[in-house]
């Protein structure tokens, strides 16, 4: 059973940092896309970040290039998302995913229960 636990959200003044971290467990991923999503109120749920498990190769929303940095932790099984130069629009709660194979778009199997960032103006 694949289990996504997401942690180190909170509250953060604009301009300011967090770093999210994704534990994984229940199975070994290679072949795996490990993502980041974001979920506001009334808003629907969008893509911010993917990395793939075996070579790393890393994917970003637009809105979020340049400032969050995806990597993960083989040994650890974990995924991290740095967040630097946070602004109040990046206000959501952050959902850890996981896919087997394919690209990193489209569904995704495995989902943790989220974390919640609030970013001040």
């Known amino acids: 059973q694949v289990q996504l636990v997401e942690s180190g959200g909170g509250l953060v003044q604009a301009g300011g940092s967090l770093r999210l971290s994704c534990a994984a467990s229940g199975r070994a991923f290679s072949n795996f896309i490990m993502g980041w999503f974001r979920q506001s109120p009334g808003i629907e749920r969008e893509f911010v970040a993917a990395?793939?498990?075996?070579?790393?190769?890393?994917y970003y929303a637009n809105s979020v290039k340049g400032r969050f940095t995806i990597s993960r932790d083989t040994a650890e099984n974990t995924v991290y998302l740095q967040m630097n130069s946070l602004k109040p629009d990046d206000t959501a709660v952050y959902y850890c995913a996981a896919k087997y194979g394919g690209g990193y778009l489209g569904a995704y199997d495995y989902w943790g229960q989220g974390t919640q960032v609030t970013v001040s103006s």
């Open positions: 990395i793939t498990w075996n070579g790393g190769s890393t």
